[in-house]
């Protein structure tokens, strides 16, 4: 993209026209911070229309179910009117939170069919992902579509088919994709401020049971609260088991690990930050090393992923890593290094240092650690005085350097990526994460447990969107 956008008619028609060249990564709005948040926020001042108000439904009402519907209730004009759930016990707590109005079912399909819901939010369980998120487009409902977007690598191109065929939003629900904080990375990596990146070093780490998808179990769980049959869908047979329900991010049939749950974040405030449409190579290793309580998911996962060279950016490699049992208390960090300098995100703020690098005195290279003391002594002053002779006017490297960035106090980015999506369903704006950039941030993560379970590297077509020879 030659430049920013100027406004958000400019940003339309360069987002359009990227979609038109070929489904790549969309060029992402970028504003003065403070004016973006201002824009953003919830205001009762700016009343929506009844005619501009769009009806949601929730299918899969657990932890992210009640967040992103509390979340997207936050956008003006925004009507909650249906959900739907498995566990009889999460519809009961639907009504009580938002009302009886609110319509209640355990089979996804009857929200499907109605007349009054203009786009539903999945979050369900990964292996349901991709079938529903097709219902749901062939059926006129706009979709966002929590991370991973799919369970499988087969079922990515399936969604971009149906989402280019149907014509309506698809957004994938990893907010990285709208933060200010990858805006502001993006737009520094651009303007060369550390100079050409080489490596990409980002880790989402834990250190608690809740952490590690061992969520509350209720008392009730039984075969007459739960509807198992429902839930299992196309995955394998098992008797009823609560742990499968409730904890079933830890278990292949239903959910992708460590890397479909957060490596998928992190893919995507690199891709976002560097224009990049994923790695060309996948290896990972890791292990299931502390959460030993039936998953047979890894709780410890370590990606390297290597990047081709592109118009915009040298070829680069990214460290990915994910601990569930990390005795620092965990963490999480991006950090964008280059030939110049470093761009660390972290929680709510971006830093970036500078460091020169810095040529060695003439006493450090002849006394110190160096291969000039294996000289003899007329070579070494030969050495010594064309040295000095070519570096007599070398001048004296800048000091280090540094700069912040912190966002808005109260920012939330899955705000700004519901904003983005209802402005996209209202008005027909494409939306900041379509179906091929959230396949471009599952495909690696998926390819991440391939390489851990086979014990293999994997080559991947960015581009194309599979895997390569």
């Not at 008619?9 to 060249?21: G, P, V």
């Not at 009961?92 to 929200?111: A, F, K, L, Q, W």
């Not at 709208?178 to 303007?191: G, I, N, T, W």
């Not at 039984?222 to 047979?237: H, M, N, Q, V, Y």
Request: some cysteine; aromatic content about 12%.
């Amino acid at each position: 993209m030659a430049g920013k956008p100027t406004s958000r008619r400019d940003f339309l028609r360069l987002a359009a026209a990227s979609t038109a060249a070929g489904g790549l990564a969309l060029p992402f709005l970028k504003e003065d911070a403070d004016a973006r948040s201002e824009r953003l926020r919830p205001r009762a001042a700016r009343p929506v229309p009844p005619s501009d108000r769009v009806r949601i439904a929730t299918i899969g009402m657990g932890i992210i179910g009640f967040i992103d519907t509390d979340t997207a209730l936050a956008v003006p004009g925004v009507e909650f009117v249906a959900a739907a759930d498995c566990y009889t016990g999460r519809l009961d707590r639907v009504r009580e939170v938002y009302g009886p109005s609110v319509t209640t079912t355990r089979d996804y399909r009857e929200i499907l069919a109605r007349d009054d819901v203009d786009a539903v939010l999945i979050c369900t369980p990964d292996h349901w992902h991709a079938q529903m998120a097709i219902d749901a487009l062939e059926a006129g409902k706009a979709v966002y579509l929590e991370k991973p977007m799919v369970h499988s690598l087969e079922e990515g191109p399936r969604v971009i088919e149906a989402q280019r065929r149907t014509g309506k939003p698809l957004q994938v629900g990893s907010q990285y994709a709208s933060s200010l904080l990858f805006d502001k990375a993006r737009e520094l990596v651009r303007e060369g401020v550390i100079g050409a990146v080489n490596m990409v070093e980002a880790a989402t780490n834990r250190n608690s049971a809740i952490g590690a998808w061992q969520y509350s179990i209720p008392p009730d769980a039984s075969p007459e609260t739960i509807d198992w049959d429902r839930f299992l869908g196309k995955a394998p047979r098992h008797p009823f088991d609560p742990k499968r329900f409730f904890w079933w991010r830890g278990y292949s049939d239903y959910g992708t690990g460590v890397a479909g749950d957060l490596f998928v974040h992190l893919f995507t405030g690199i891709h976002k930050t560097l224009d990049s449409l994923g790695p060309t190579r996948v290896a990972a290793m890791g292990g299931l090393r502390f959460w030993k309580d039936g998953r047979d998911m890894p709780d410890v996962t370590l990606g390297l992923f290597d990047y081709p060279e592109t118009d915009t950016h040298p070829s680069f490699t990214v460290a990915l890593q994910s601990n569930f049992a990390h005795g620092g208390g965990g963490d999480s960090f991006f950090r964008f290094i280059g030939d110049e300098g470093m761009i660390a995100v972290e929680d709510n703020r971006l830093v970036v240092s500078k460091r020169p690098r810095r040529e060695p005195s003439l006493d450090a290279i002849v006394r110190g650690y160096n291969s000039v003391r294996t000289f003899s002594e007329a070579v070494q002053q030969a050495f010594i005085e064309q040295y000095r002779a070519e570096h007599t006017t070398r001048e004296r490297p800048e000091p280090a350097a540094s700069y912040e960035f912190r966002v808005p106090d109260g920012y939330d980015s899955r705000y700004d990526h519901f904003v983005f999506f209802f402005e996209s369903v209202r008005e027909g704006r494409p939306v900041y994460e379509d179906a091929a950039f959230g396949y471009r941030a599952a495909a690696p993560s998926l390819l991440s447990n391939h390489s851990y379970w086979e014990e293999r590297i994997y080559r991947w077509d960015p581009v194309a969107m599979k895997l390569a020879t």
